[in-house]
């Protein structure tokens, strides 16, 4: 049976036989029994599946993944110990040392410093290409050993729409996977693979925890892309591996080939494995995620309206705002609403942003984004201060933008909590 996507939330991943719990379990352990060497020996062939320790693979984090691939739309996920954790991990699992991959500069800032900083000490080159780019400046950008092309959805924290469907066209072309962020929309808000991306990671320390509980990462394959249609470009995933006495990924899991890779070697090697109880906390955030976006959105939208008619406010970025550049982008991919984060700058500057960010009472000044409560950030002097001003315009954080991550309070309280701040601003 199909379900509505509300209900996904709710019911996919876990199906209790009789008598069995009805929420997720917690297994909280990190080994497994089994009654012969024999039978634990193919588990370690992957001949067989099961569990024997957890830092690969665990029962509470299997059935939370499963449920957030099945919001997704896609085959298979895994999930991480944090966000950063699942950007590095969807990207290392297909490249490395001498290979190349192509991004939009509109990312969260950690991201960016993870490609430019370290990823960049590891042999991997990176080049970034403007979001709006044209299909054939982003095929111009690519080089003949670019692995995967790399995008956000809905940047963090300029609210950057990315125009999937031309991204995923462009990689293609060049026989190469898109990976999208979705974090910021979640999937009840766009659904990447419908447009064309092969795979999709998330923070789920954001909305999909929702209430700032649980640091933790997801990567969810769509299952849509050849890797053995491209095998020169992908020889960890279309030739034999070593350390599993020769197992082809593409030949032994077919759909399942790049999760399985990405489990069985990166999560074997360097760890970033979620304990089981931060996994069920993230399931029991995942139950409301329909409900606590539909929220942030709306009230988002009246916080948007709010600010881009305050004398004080020089400009507002919202793509639900007619008069966002990416309003008709956001209608297209993301027609129910894109999140609750809100970027704007005020009129006098730094200085005048950091006064009203003081002066907030019900807004907290916090590093993190996108949860129940409502928070406010200036990322040029925190997410971002290791950029410099040219790399802070290539990302679109302007020296006065301020993040306003609108909670699911009451809409009222929000905008009388902004109107008494911005008059001591």
Not at 184 to 190: A, L, S, V
Not at 271 to 288: D, M, R
């Amino acid at each position: 049976m199909s379900y509505k996507i509300g209900t996904k939330c709710v019911q996919s991943g876990y199906s209790p036989k009789n008598g069995e719990p009805r929420v997720t379990p917690i297994y909280q352990s990190t080994t497994y029994k089994y009654e012969s060497s024999e039978q634990m020996g193919r588990l370690f062939d992957l001949e067989e599946n099961g569990y024997f320790y957890t830092r690969l693979a665990n029962p509470t984090n299997d059935n939370i993944a499963a449920r957030i691939a099945d919001l997704e739309g896609g085959v298979a996920a895994m999930l991480t110990s944090s966000g950063q954790a699942a950007s590095f991990y969807s990207m290392f699992n297909i490249v490395s040392a001498g290979d190349h991959i192509l991004s939009s500069p509109a990312i969260y800032g950690g991201t960016f410093n993870l490609l430019n900083v370290t990823m960049r000490k590891m042999g991997i080159d990176i080049s970034f290409i403007s979001p709006d780019a044209s299909v054939e400046e982003i095929i111009a950008a690519s080089k003949p050993n670019t692995k995967c092309v790399f995008a956000e959805t809905l940047s963090n924290p300029a609210l950057t729409v990315l125009d999937i469907e031309k991204f995923a066209q462009a990689a293609h072309a060049i026989g190469v996977p898109l990976i999208i962020d979705n974090t910021f929309p979640t999937p009840i808000n766009c659904r990447p693979f419908e447009f064309g991306a092969d795979i999709v990671i998330h923070s789920t320390t954001k909305y999909m925890d929702g209430h700032a509980t649980s640091v933790g990462g997801v990567i969810v394959d769509s299952g849509n892309f050849d890797w053995a249609a491209h095998a020169e470009k992908y020889p960890g995933l279309c030739t034999p591996d070593d350390s599993y006495h020769g197992v082809t990924y593409t030949e032994k899991f077919g759909k399942a080939a790049y999760i399985t890779k990405c489990t069985a070697q990166l999560m074997r090697d360097l760890g970033s494995i979620p304990s089981a109880f931060n996994s069920f906390l993230l399931g029991i955030g995942l139950e409301t995620l329909e409900l606590r976006v539909k929220r942030h959105c709306e009230n988002a939208q009246k916080v948007a309206e709010y600010l881009e008619s305050h004398p004080k406010v020089s400009w507002v970025n919202y793509p639900g705002l007619k008069s966002n550049k990416y309003y008709d982008l956001a209608k297209k991919y993301m027609p129910n609403g894109s999140s609750g984060v809100v970027a704007f700058g005020l009129k006098d500057g730094r200085d005048s942003a950091v006064k009203f960010m003081d002066s907030l009472r019900l807004a907290a000044i916090v590093t993190h984004v996108a949860d129940a409560r409502t928070s406010v950030l200036h990322p040029a002097s925190t997410t971002h201060r290791q950029l410099t001003d040219e790399q802070l315009r290539e990302c679109g954080v302007a020296p006065e933008l301020v993040r306003f991550s609108v909670g699911i309070e009451d809409a009222e309280d929000i905008i009388a909590d902004l109107e008494q701040a911005l008059a001591k601003a």
